[in-house]
């Protein structure tokens, strides 16, 4: 599967942002398809994860109540919807799928198919 990350771009503290992850050649697979980030100079950290089964959805404490993960399987799309966006929420966005291991959806090696990500900035 090739996914296809868009929707970042600047915007000022306490903006929104809307992420997109579109899915070709095939459907998203595995047990979840999440969305990490990553800033200058730190590691890939986990951000949300939606668990494809159920719809069960899981954050970082740091975007818990300020980012929202959805998808709609008609266009093979999953969403992140990012409110009160904060400077440190400053990063390259990273959408993946195809995690064959349940009940680890935040650890990003076990992702095999990753988007090429999006640049989101906040400026204070």
């Known amino acids: 599967v090739q996914l296809q990350a868009s929707g970042g771009g600047l915007v000022q503290a306490g903006g929104s942002l809307r992420l997109s992850c579109a899915a070709s050649?095939?459907?998203?697979?595995?047990?979840?398809m999440g969305w990490f980030r990553q800033a200058p100079g730190k590691e890939r950290e986990f951000v949300a994860a939606l668990k494809r089964s159920d719809g069960s959805t899981y954050y970082a404490d740091s975007v818990k109540g300020r980012f929202t993960i959805s998808r709609e399987n008609a266009k093979n799309t999953v969403y992140l919807q990012m409110n009160s966006l904060k400077p440190e929420d400053t990063a390259i966005y990273y959408c993946?799928?195809?995690?064959?291991?349940?009940?680890?959806?935040?650890?990003?090696?076990?992702?095999?198919?990753w988007g090429q990500g999006t640049q989101v900035t906040v400026s204070s």
């Open positions: 050649g095939r459907s998203f697979s595995g047990y979840y």
């Open positions: 993946a799928t195809e995690i064959t291991s349940p009940g680890v959806y935040y650890t990003s090696s076990l992702y095999a198919s």
